[in-house]
């Protein structure tokens, strides 16, 4: 959970600069669904299936996402990558020429 969010939420927030705010909500209010509608779900399939049917379902939805994201997650790391890049060669040459933080 904690490296999906940090790794998602990065190569979001890089590939959207614009609009960081909107990006986030979003996330947010999309992990809010899934925590509110999740049990809901689990317990459906529970009853209707027994045991193993909400383990197989997650299971399921977590392979199919997987390969899916295979497919797409090639060219949005490509596009954050150029982003970061662009951003980091120039935020540093000025934090470089700071004696404190040399020092430090």
């Not at 940090?6 to 960081?20: C, E, G, H, I, V």
């Not at 209707?48 to 790391?77: D, E, H, K, R, W």
């Amino acid at each position: 959970g904690a490296a999906l969010w940090t790794s998602m939420l990065a190569l979001l927030l890089a590939s959207f600069p614009d609009r960081s705010g909107s990006v986030y909500a979003l996330v947010d209010a999309t992990f809010g669904a899934g925590y509110t509608l999740g049990p809901v779900l689990g317990a459906w399939l529970y009853a209707n299936g027994g045991f193993l049917l909400p383990f197989s379902v997650c299971g399921g939805a977590l392979l199919l996402t997987g390969v899916i994201c295979l497919y797409i997650i090639q060219p949005l790391t490509k596009y954050a990558e150029d982003q970061i890049s662009l951003t980091q060669s120039s935020m540093m040459l000025p934090l470089l020429a700071n004696p404190n933080v040399l020092i430090a």
